[in-house]
């Protein structure tokens, strides 16, 4: 619904969760981001990704990364929410970036609904 929709990207556990599965994947998911972004999908669905997923995640996570470059104070606020802080070795916009795909990742359907 909507209203889940809404929570789901929103509420602060949500987001504190995708910030840190985005900390694991640049530090357990691979070298390179397709690697990360394949490892993330894995880890949440419990399947590989199909060549189309990764491609749409590519693309989102790139936008991503353009975004957060040009508002870093966007990226800032991000990732302050939540009460673990930020492994400081990291780039923050790549943080950031990796963040927002993390909660694409945790808002599939399939991710949400376990049948």
Do not use: C
């Not at 981001?33 to 590989?48: K, N």
């Not at 936008?63 to 923050?92: C, H, M, T």
């Amino acid at each position: 619904t909507p209203l889940q929709s809404l929570d789901l990207m929103n509420d602060v556990a949500y987001v504190e969760a995708a910030r840190l599965l985005a900390e694991r994947m640049l530090t357990e998911g691979g070298s390179t981001p397709e690697q990360r972004l394949a490892w993330a999908f894995r880890v949440v669905t419990s399947r590989h990704p199909g060549e189309a997923e990764v491609i749409a995640l590519t693309r989102n996570l790139k936008s991503q990364l353009d975004y957060f470059a040009r508002n870093s104070q966007e990226a800032e606020k991000l990732l302050s929410v939540g009460e673990k802080r930020n492994n400081d070795k990291l780039n923050r916009t790549e943080l950031a970036a990796y963040a927002t795909t993390a909660s694409l990742l945790l808002n599939l359907d399939e991710v949400i609904t376990k049948q």
